[in-house]
């Protein structure tokens, strides 16, 4: 199993950028499937964004594209999701998740996820 310790929310101005990082430790980082999920308040579970083990295919949920970027350093066993363009609707706790199967826009089919890490965007 794999940990995954979630980091780099804050507070930006909208039309500003943040880096989030999720730190994984534990089993062979390269073997798994990575994503991010956000929350909001009073709002269901959202996906945002997810790559594949190697890091050759990425996918995005509609409220990111054009705007977030997903990426991985499995060297360093990280998995990131650098943010532009930020508006006060991206405003929601990020989830960094993890499964040793095929990535997926689906929460259920991830078994590992991070503490979250709020991301509050300012009009």
């Known amino acids: 199993q794999v940990q995954l310790d979630d980091s780099g929310g804050g507070l930006v101005q909208a039309g500003g950028s943040l880096r989030l990082s999720c730190a994984a430790s534990?089993?062979?980082?390269?073997?798994?499937?990575m994503g991010w999920f956000r929350q909001a308040p009073g709002k269901e579970r959202e996906f945002v964004a997810h790559?594949?083990?190697?890091?050759?295919?990425?996918y995005y949920g509609d409220s990111g594209k054009g705007r977030f970027t997903i990426s991985r350093d499995n060297a360093k066993n990280t998995v990131y999701l650098q943010m532009n363009s930020l508006k006060p609707e991206d405003t929601a706790v990020y989830y960094c998740v993890g499964t040793p199967s095929y990535s997926s826009s689906v929460p259920l089919r991830y078994t590992y996820w991070g503490q979250g890490t709020q991301v509050t965007v300012s009009s």
């Open positions: 534990g089993d062979t980082f390269s073997r798994y499937a």
């Open positions: 790559i594949t083990w190697s890091g050759g295919i990425t």
